[in-house]
């Protein structure tokens, strides 16, 4: 029996916008560091493809793979600054459907948040968007191995794969993790006809309220 929902957080629970990018340049200024065109989106690139190269979110790590993938060398106030903007990157007021099928799915499960970047800015982004009240806590893979890594669905399933489904939008990192690891998964895709053998598909949040 289910008991537990895990949700992925970007694109899932909050959508994650180009503009929020803008944090990059802004900590380069802020650091006086001089930069062009180009390198903001070699850093932009290097952050997206960190999980390529790392098991588990670390400053330290972060800092060293964008100073390996970029041509300019950047510092830890420069990361700092970064995460500090990223963290405000969420709406204060979303779809209405968002909080009414939280609303409605916390009262029969409890909820928690599993993602693959730092902890403390993807708090702030749920308390932003006013929905942090619903999870019960949410894991970071900072001290664990990311998705789609077994040991991330476990943590976040408390070794319960059985009683618990996995919400997310991107097939093999939230959705085959999750089934590999023995749970249940639903993937959100706007674009999907139809469902997999292996997972339920749904084209829209609210619908959890209609499988779950």
Not at 133 to 150: C, D, G, M, R
């Amino acid at each position: 029996m289910i008991k537990r929902i895990i949700f992925d957080l970007d694109n899932t629970l909050i959508e994650w916008k180009d503009e929020y990018w803008d944090g990059v340049e802004e900590a380069l200024k802020s650091e006086y560091i001089k930069y062009t065109k180009q390198d903001i989106k070699d850093i932009e690139n290097a952050i997206d493809r960190y999980e390529t190269e790392y098991n588990t979110y670390t400053k330290e790590n972060m800092l060293e793979w964008i100073n390996k993938s970029v041509n300019i060398k950047v510092n830890m106030r420069f990361l700092e600054k970064c995460l500090e903007h990223f963290s405000n990157c969420a709406p204060n007021k979303m779809n209405k459907e968002i909080y009414e099928t939280l609303e409605y799915l916390s009262k029969k499960y409890e909820l928690v948040v599993l993602t693959n970047w730092f902890k403390d800015p993807q708090v702030k982004r749920l308390e932003i968007a006013n929905i942090l009240k619903y999870f019960s806590k949410v894991y970071a893979t900072e001290t664990f191995l990311i998705k789609p890594n077994k040991e991330a669905f476990m943590k976040a399933c408390q070794n319960k794969p059985e009683e618990a489904v996995m919400v997310g939008d991107t097939v093999k990192v939230d959705i085959e993790g999750a089934i590999n690891a023995g749970l249940k998964a639903i993937h959100i895709n706007k674009n999907a006809e139809k469902n997999s053998k292996d997972y339920i598909t749904i084209n829209e949040f609210s619908e959890l309220k209609n499988v779950l």
